[in-house]
């Protein structure tokens, strides 16, 4: 079992910036690929990016390469994901994910697929609004 818990969401302005973070418990945090996804309002949950359990092979979906940063910090047990330039289609509930892969890798673009995923935080919400 392993237990994520999602900070960091809040209010921002159009062009700000937001740095989300998840501290995991639990099982041993790097077997696990790691990842961020979303959700908006009457729309499907999405893959924005994930990390494998080294914190080196990082994979981004298209629309978000650029504008976010994810990374991981394995003795802290956290996951993080900057994210800048941000612009009121962002709004949404961001959920933190884990996947238990052999030696943590991360597969692509199978990462996207939200069924794959093992555990999921309960999320916090970012508003962008001016």
């Known amino acids: 079992q392993l237990q994520l818990v999602e900070s960091g969401g809040g209010s921002v302005q159009p062009g700000g910036s937001l740095r989300l973070s998840c501290a995991a418990s639990?099982?041993?945090?790097?077997?696990?690929?790691m990842g961020w996804f979303r959700q908006a309002p009457g729309k499907e949950r999405e893959g924005i990016a994930a990390?494998?359990?080294?914190?080196?092979?990082?994979f981004y979906a298209d629309s978000f390469e650029g504008r976010v940063t994810i990374s991981r910090d394995n003795d802290k047990n956290h996951l993080y994901l900057q994210m800048n330039r941000l612009i009121p289609e962002d709004t949404a509930i961001y959920y933190c994910?884990?996947?238990?892969?052999?030696?943590?890798?991360?597969?692509?673009?199978?990462?996207?697929?939200?069924?794959?995923?093992?555990?999921w935080g309960q999320g916090t919400q970012v508003t962008v609004s001016s």
């Open positions: 990390v494998a359990s080294g914190g080196v092979d990082s």
């Open positions: 994910a884990a996947r238990q892969t052999y030696g943590g890798v991360c597969y692509t673009p199978t990462w996207l697929n939200v069924d794959l995923w093992d555990y």
């Open positions: 639990g099982n041993s945090y790097t077997n696990y690929c």
